[in-house]
């Protein structure tokens, strides 16, 4: 992992001060990773980048806080230390909830949670950048868009090929599934409808993560949250109807 920590840190420092958020850290990723290593399943959600909200202007590390003085450590891995704890602690700290508490009726179906709900502890991750920005992704120039991703992008194949998760949740627009990279992708499929929303599809691919070792991508067109199209009670019926259909579960 010391080395995915360094490309993000990398990733953070180059980033332009203009849409950086500041003060801020590099996020690799949000939950306990030491549990979800230990899951039955292993569950990650992915989304773009991070919230700016991660980081409040009024009190910046008030959900990282035992990495408030990340930038100020000179000894590597210590600093890559505090800023792991700060990560693997988020979700019993101060996590952003009124966002990622829209992916727990998801989780569930999967017996997954990031807050130790179920039998499975998910962690969430970001297929475009490590770097919290200000504009939010979106509304950042396409010139932007493209130096953040360059490198993380490839950070975060990186990172899914060391965790080794069995299913990853995307819910995200449907152009940037064009950049997984992993070997035998195969060919995305419907796999659930809901009776009211035939123009929402589950779809499903796999491919593989590591060499042996393959991982089941779910995907949901993306609203303002993730699967932000599905009530509370639609998102729970995502992982048992899957039951089955998927390579891992």
């Not at 000179?74 to 988020?90: D, F, G, I, M, S």
């Not at 727990?104 to 017996?111: K, Q, R, S, T, Y």
């Not at 990031?114 to 939010?136: I, R």
């Not at 940037?176 to 009776?195: D, G, K, P």
Request: hydrophobic share 45%; aromatic share 12%.
């Amino acid at each position: 992992m010391d080395n995915l920590f360094l490309a993000a840190e990398n990733a953070h420092a180059s980033a332009s001060a203009a849409i950086r958020v500041s003060p801020s850290m590099p996020v690799l990723y949000f939950g306990d990773l030491e549990k979800y290593r230990q899951s039955p399943l292993r569950v990650v959600t992915t989304a773009l980048n991070p919230s700016r909200v991660e980081f409040p202007s009024a009190s910046p590390f008030q959900r990282f806080p035992s990495a408030a003085k990340w930038a100020q450590i000179e000894v590597p891995n210590a600093r890559r230390k505090a800023v792991q704890t700060a990560l693997n602690w988020y979700f019993y700290v101060s996590p952003y909830r009124r966002w990622f508490d829209t992916l727990e009726p998801v989780l569930a179906g999967f017996g997954a949670s990031f807050y130790g709900h179920g039998t499975n502890c998910a962690l969430h991750t970001d297929l475009l950048s490590p770097v919290a920005t200000d504009p939010t992704w979106r509304k950042l120039s396409e010139e932007d868009r493209d130096a953040l991703a360059l490198s993380g992008v490839k950070i975060w194949h990186g990172l899914i090929a060391e965790i080794r998760p069995h299913i990853v949740l995307l819910s995200v627009a449907a152009e940037h599934l064009a950049r997984l990279e992993f070997r035998n992708l195969t060919r995305w499929s419907v796999r659930m409808t809901m009776a009211e929303k035939p123009r929402l599809p589950i779809m499903a691919a796999s491919a593989e993560t590591t060499s042996g070792t393959f991982t089941d991508f779910v995907f949901a067109r993306a609203a303002q949250t993730p699967f932000g199209h599905f009530s509370n009670a639609e998102k729970r019926l995502i992982g048992p109807e899957l039951r089955g259909l998927l390579r891992n579960w």
